[in-house]
C-alpha cells in the first residue's frame, strides 16, 4: 500500500535559522513528487514538481530535493512569512492519483 | 481567470439534512476531484473525475455523491450529513499529469 510520511509535524524556527522537512514515501510507481504550502484557512499552493531522483527545485528560500525514498524541502534562512504548513504528495504512475502526507506545521519567530 | 472556486465557505447542517457543495473552474481542466481534509490525517480522496460523464471513487467515497455534466463544474452531495463528515472539503482540477490547483475550501459542520 502507498504510504506517505511527513516529519517532524511541527517546526518552530527562529528568523534566519535553516532547517529542513522531510517526506519518505513508498509508491508502486512513481509519476512525480508534488510539494504544497497551505496558509491557514486556505486551499493548498504549488510550490515544485520533482520527477526523478537526483532533481532539484528552488524557489526563493525554498529548495526540494528528491531521492528513490525520500524528499527534502530546504528552507534557508526563514522569515516569519515563510510560516505555512508544508504538504508532500506523490503522482502515481498509472492514474495520476495524488497520495498526501500530512504535512509538517513551519512556524517562523522574528 | 479565477482557477478553482467553491461555495459555500462555511456550512451548518444537523445530522440528517442533505447539501450539495458547489465547484467550478475555468481553466478547461478534464480532471477534477474532491478531497476532505481532517487534522493529523492530510488530504484524503472522495470521488474524481476525469471527464464530463465520467467519475470513480476515491479512497473516501461513503456517504457523498457526485455528478459530472460539463467540463466546468463538480458538485458533491451529502446524501444524510454525518458529525463524522465535519471537515474541511477542497476542490481541485488539473489536466492529465499535470499541476493539481485546488479551490479556497469548505469548512463544513455537522451537529
Known amino acids: 500500500e502507498d504510504q506517505v510520511t511527513q516529519s517532524p509535524e511541527a517546526l518552530r524556527l527562529q528568523e534566519g535559522e535553516s532547517s529542513s522537512l522531510n517526506c519518505s514515501y513508498t509508491v508502486s510507481g512513481l509519476r512525480g513528487l508534488f510539494w504544497y504550502r497551505q496558509d491557514p484557512g486556505k486551499g493548498p499552493e504549488f510550490l515544485f514538481t520533482?520527477?526523478?531522483a537526483g532533481e532539484e527545485k528552488e524557489k526563493e528560500r525554498l529548495k526540494a530535493t528528491l531521492t528513490k525514498k525520500e524528499s527534502f524541502l530546504h528552507i534557508t534562512a526563514p522569515k516569519p512569512e515563510d510560516s505555512a504548513t508544508y504538504l508532500c504528495?506523490?503522482?502515481?504512475?498509472?492514474?495520476?492519483?495524488?497520495?498526501f502526507g500530512a504535512g509538517t506545521t513551519v512556524t517562523v519567530r522574528a | 481567470n479565477a482557477g478553482v472556486t467553491q461555495t459555500p465557505k462555511f456550512q451548518v447542517l444537523k445530522t440528517g439534512q442533505s447539501m450539495t457543495l458547489q465547484c467550478a473552474q475555468d481553466?478547461?481542466?478534464?480532471?477534477m476531484s474532491w478531497y476532505r481534509q481532517d487534522p493529523g490525517m492530510g488530504l484524503r480522496l472522495i470521488h474524481y473525475s476525469v471527464g464530463a460523464g465520467i467519475t470513480d471513487q476515491g479512497e473516501v467515497p461513503n456517504g457523498y455523491n457526485v455528478s459530472r455534466s460539463t467540463t466546468e463544474d463538480f458538485p458533491l452531495r451529502l446524501l444524510s450529513a454525518a458529525p463524522s463528515q465535519t471537515s474541511v472539503y477542497f476542490c481541485?482540477?488539473?489536466?492529465?499529469?499535470?499541476?493539481?490547483?485546488f479551490g479556497p475550501g469548505t469548512r463544513l459542520l455537522v451537529l
Open positions: 481553466m478547461n481542466h478534464e480532471y
Open positions: 520533482l520527477y526523478s
Open positions: 504528495a506523490v503522482q502515481h504512475l498509472n492514474d495520476y492519483k495524488l497520495s
Open positions: 481541485a482540477s488539473r489536466r492529465g499529469g499535470e499541476t493539481q490547483y
